[in-house]
T-cell receptor
Framework: KNQVEQSPQSLIILEGKNCTLQ??????????LRWYKQDTGRGPVSLTI?????NTKSNGRYTATLDADTKQSSLHITASQLSDSASYIC?????????????FGKGTHLIIQP | NAGVMQNPRHLVRRRGQEARLRCSPV?????VYWYRQLPEEGLKFMVY????????ESGMPKERFSAEFPKEGPSILRIQQVVRGDSAAYFC???????????????FGQGTRLTVV
């Protein structure tokens, strides 16, 4: 069964600090991995998409890594800001991942404290 | 360039009433997906549509729920005879091609929060 597990479930850090969110998946055959940011009460917004051949991708202060061998991904946030407070969702795309091809993690709820 | 537009943002219905949720995809996108999200839960796939066709509705309850994406106009998710358990956030996403293919980007709307009282 295709699954995406994210850790931690929730995380609280101080403004200005860095943090790393983890994603493990068992989706097969793998096509690509996406990280989304979902602010409270809003829809998910794409941060990065990585295909099999990419092992790192950056979007401003967000850097995603992918290890297709161990089926792990991480999202690193540098110099956190209050506006980074949100849920971060890892989504893996593959054949058999549902009719939309996507398997969603439950997300990591990140809180940035001043 | 408007993104995915969903309306209404909030909808309150009494038990037994009908709820109609609308989704206008990004201009030029012919693939629409509906998802349901409960508090503290991940997004759950409901239905995948292309213009005038339901491609897969395996995530949608067989009774009371229906979806359409007509040739003209928005996609509609319709819930008949709503019950308290239908209370959730419903998100629509659109893409120019199937999201399971390569790195096709999916764009999400802001969601409709349905509350059944």
């Amino acid at each position: 069964k295709n699954q995406v597990e994210q850790s931690p479930q929730s995380l609280i850090i101080l403004e200005g600090k860095n943090c790393t969110l983890q994603c493990n998946y068992t989706v097969s055959p793998f096509s690509n991995l996406r990280w989304y940011k979902q602010d409270t009460g809003r829809g998910p917004v794409s941060l990065t998409i990585m295909t099999f051949s990419e092992n790192t991708k950056s979007n401003g202060r967000y850097t995603a890594t992918l290890d297709a061998d161990t089926k792990q991904s991480s999202l690193h946030i540098t110099a956190s800001q209050l506006s980074d407070s949100a849920s971060y969702i890892c989504v893996v795309s593959a054949m058999g991942g549902g009719a939309d091809g996507l398997t969603f993690g439950k997300g990591t709820h990140l809180i940035i404290q001043p | 360039n408007a993104g995915v537009m969903q309306n209404p943002r909030h909808l309150v219905r009494r038990r037994g009433q009908e709820a109609r949720l609308r989704c206008s995809p990004v201009k030029g996108h012919s693939h629409v997906y509906w998802y349901r999200q409960l508090p503290e839960e991940g997004l759950k796939f409901m239905v995948y549509l292309q213009k005038e066709n339901i491609i897969d509705e395996s995530g949608m309850p067989k009774e009371r729920f229906s979806a359409e994406f007509p040739k003209e106009g928005p996609s509609i998710l319709r819930i008949q005879q709503v019950v308290r358990g239908d209370s959730a956030a419903y998100f629509c996403a659109s893409s120019p091609a199937w999201t399971g293919d390569r790195a096709t980007e999916a764009f999400f709307g802001q969601g409709t929060r349905l509350t059944v009282v």
